[in-house]
């Protein structure tokens, strides 16, 4: 605190039309809080950023003055990167406005946006972009790690649907990345994470989706799950891009088409969205509640941002988080064992295993086409371990860790870079994977003294 007084903060709220929040402010308590509640970090400075001016100015302060950089987008990653003890953060909450072109098909969105201002924005006119599941997610770190969600197999990921994006860097010079503006820095972007500048705006490319998609749960006791396993991946094998279906295992939560008594069982739930008309997702998905007897099933016409928030309420803002995830190019049947003997000892109500199915769209760009990857995952399965109670930290913790080291023989070795936690440092090379080193040049061409390392950062070659 002495040096940041030394330095001129005032000077600085002079100059932003947002607001500085220090930690005497009244905001100061709340605006420190991200979505992992494991995360406790006090900065000296909280930027709320209104304008593109105010972000190349809180830059080049921090850059100035030698402080550390957070950068705030939806402030959701579980590693709790939007947030830094003792430095500046750039909190873009405010910065959400966005522009719909509906004639063109192209959304120009702030870096503060979540995914519900995006679907909202564009849904008015039958459009979307791909997106994830959970729609208090920060639309900036989604998409610059790759984003993905129910429309991924037909439209891809949300990086093949960036066409442009301004990013302030650490020089604070404003720039636009796109096929032919700077190109090197628009491939980065698109899955390099936040390695590379503050992305004030994106531009999307959209599709028509509904407005009303067929979409739903199909709920199975954990007794039928290894037999339902075995058909979904069989079933996923032949879908066509239009339908993507996910799974859930949990306990089940008092939900009003689940009867009383499965409520705290353990259950498996296919999870589905059929991105066409819903007549011809009807017949397509019948053999999904024939895998076995259903104890429950949800499933029918509805507004896709409804389908966008269906998961909100098992995925709200402040609990304890730790996760875990592999990436899948195929899923043996071992993997199944492993999955539902960890199933049976969940160590919470709130923890449950998420199969993110993808391929299709997201299978055909070459790995080097974007920074992403990994397109060869054609699961992404992710732990959730998820708890309220502070004294459970290490049960929940050791269940995750346990069930990771359990399913790894069967993973491909891969790693979504948005679904790495805090500790796991040492698998940063594997989540960018055969674009390591590639990012690496870039990095030093953008950010050759590393100002934005609050992240799963790439060293600058
Ligand atoms: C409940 C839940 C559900 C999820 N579901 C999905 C899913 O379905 N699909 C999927 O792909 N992912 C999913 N994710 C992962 C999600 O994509 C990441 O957590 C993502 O990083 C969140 O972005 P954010 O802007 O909210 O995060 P933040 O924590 O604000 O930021 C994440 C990282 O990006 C950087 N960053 C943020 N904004 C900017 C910006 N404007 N410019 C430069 N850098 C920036 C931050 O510095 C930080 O390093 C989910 C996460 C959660 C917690």
Redesign the pocket.
């Known amino acids: 605190m002495t040096n940041l007084q030394t330095m001129n903060i005032q000077e600085l709220k002079e100059n932003i039309t947002g607001e500085v929040l220090l930690s005497n402010d009244a905001a100061y308590p709340d605006a420190r809080k991200?979505?992992?509640a494991m995360i406790d970090r006090h900065p000296a400075l909280i930027v709320r950023c209104a304008t593109t001016a105010d972000v190349v100015r809180t830059v080049n302060f921090a850059r100035e003055n030698g402080l550390l950089l957070?950068?705030?987008?939806?402030?959701?990653?579980?590693?709790?990167?939007?947030i830094c003890d003792d430095g500046v953060v750039i909190d873009?909450s405010r910065m959400k406005a966005a522009n719909v072109d509906p004639d063109a098909r192209r959304v120009i969105i702030e870096?503060?946006a979540?995914l519900a201002d995006l679907d909202a924005a564009t849904q008015i006119h039958g459009l979307a972009t791909p997106?994830?599941?959970?729609s208090?997610?920060?639309?900036?770190?989604?998409t610059?790690?790759?984003?993905?969600?129910w429309l991924s197999r037909k439209y891809g990921m949300?990086v093949d649907n960036l066409e442009s994006a301004e990013?302030v860097t650490a020089r604070g010079e404003v720039v636009r990345a796109s096929a032919t503006e700077h190109p090197d820095l628009f491939w980065a972007l698109r899955g390099g994470?936040?390695n590379?500048?503050?992305?004030?705006r994106f531009e999307f490319r959209l599709h028509p989706v509904g407005p009303d998609v067929l979409s739903g749960l199909i709920v199975y006791p954990i007794s039928q799950a290894k037999s339902v396993l075995r058909q979904y991946r069989e079933f996923v094998a032949k879908a066509p891009d239009e339908l993507s279906v996910w799974i859930v295992m949990r306990q089940a939560p008092p939900l009003p088409f689940l009867p009383e008594e499965i409520h705290g069982k353990e259950i498996l739930a296919l999870a589905l969205l059929y991105a066409g008309s819903p007549e011809q997702g009807v017949p397509l998905i019948k053999p999904l509640h024939q895998f076995g007897n259903p104890v429950g099933m949800h499933v029918g016409v509805q507004p896709y941002v409804a389908w966008q928030r269906a998961?909100d309420p098992l995925?709200t803002f402040g609990a304890r988080?730790y996760w875990k995830s592999h990436n899948f190019s195929t899923l043996d049947d071992r993997l199944f064992d492993v999955v539902i003997n960890y199933v049976e000892k969940l160590p919470s109500p709130q923890c449950e295993i998420f199969f993110?199915a993808l391929g299709g769209a997201t299978a055909r760009p070459a790995p080097h086409a974007t920074a992403y990857a990994h397109r060869d995952a054609l699961f992404v399965m992710n732990f959730?371990g998820r708890w309220e109670d502070p004294a459970d930290d290490s049960r929940c913790i050791g269940w995750a860790r346990d069930f990771f080291n359990a399913s790894a023989p069967f993973a491909s070795g891969g790693v979504?870079v948005?679904?790495l936690t805090a500790d796991e440092t040492d698998r940063v090379r594997a989540a960018y994977g055969s674009n390591h080193d590639r990012l690496s040049l870039v990095k030093r061409t953008y950010d050759p003294e590393n100002l934005?390392r609050?992240?799963?950062n790439i060293r600058p070659a």
Do not use: D, K, P
Request: net charge positive; no cysteine.
């Open positions: 991200i979505w992992n957070a950068v705030r987008g939806g402030g959701h990653n579980i590693a709790g990167n939007a873009l870096g503060g979540t997106l994830g599941i959970n208090t997610t920060g639309v900036a770190g989604l610059l790690g790759g984003g993905f969600g949300t990013v994470g936040g590379f500048g503050v992305v004030t998961f995925l988080n993110g959730h979504y948005n679904f934005f609050m992240n799963q």
